[in-house]
Nanobody, 121 residues
């Protein structure tokens, strides 16, 4: 089994910063990619940022220039540094990891339960 756990959410004022962390653990042979998505109240889930095992990153247009995704491969951990936060960034942020459990696998997608980020004065 693979577990994915997020941390770092909380309340922050507009213009502030927050860093989210996500750790994948369990029966992991390798991690293909990890990413962050968010779901704001009354809205559909939005893919925020991804990073591959090769270090390639992608970002949603809404966060480009403000958010940075990074990883520590040795710790199976991915981070999301969020700067210049806006009220519109308020959402539950969830992490996913595409994990290969055995060398014969193609990889499966595992998700955490999410962490709430609230941007408000």
């Amino acid at each position: 089994q693979v577990q994915v756990v997020e941390s770092g959410g909380g309340l922050v004022q507009p213009g502030g910063s927050l860093r989210l962390s996500c750790v994948a653990s369990g029966s992991i042979f390798s991690i293909v990619a990890m990413g962050w998505s968010r779901r704001a109240p009354g809205k559909q889930r939005e893919l925020v940022a991804t990073i591959t095992n090769g270090g390639n990153t992608t970002y949603a247009d809404s966060v480009k220039g403000r958010f940075t995704i990074s990883r520590d491969s040795a710790k199976n951990t991915v981070y999301l540094q969020m700067n210049r936060l806006e009220p519109e960034d308020t959402a539950v942020y969830s992490c996913n990891a595409v994990v290969v459990v055995t060398p014969e696998d193609y990889g499966m997608d595992y998700w955490g339960k999410g962490t709430l980020v609230t941007v408000s004065s």
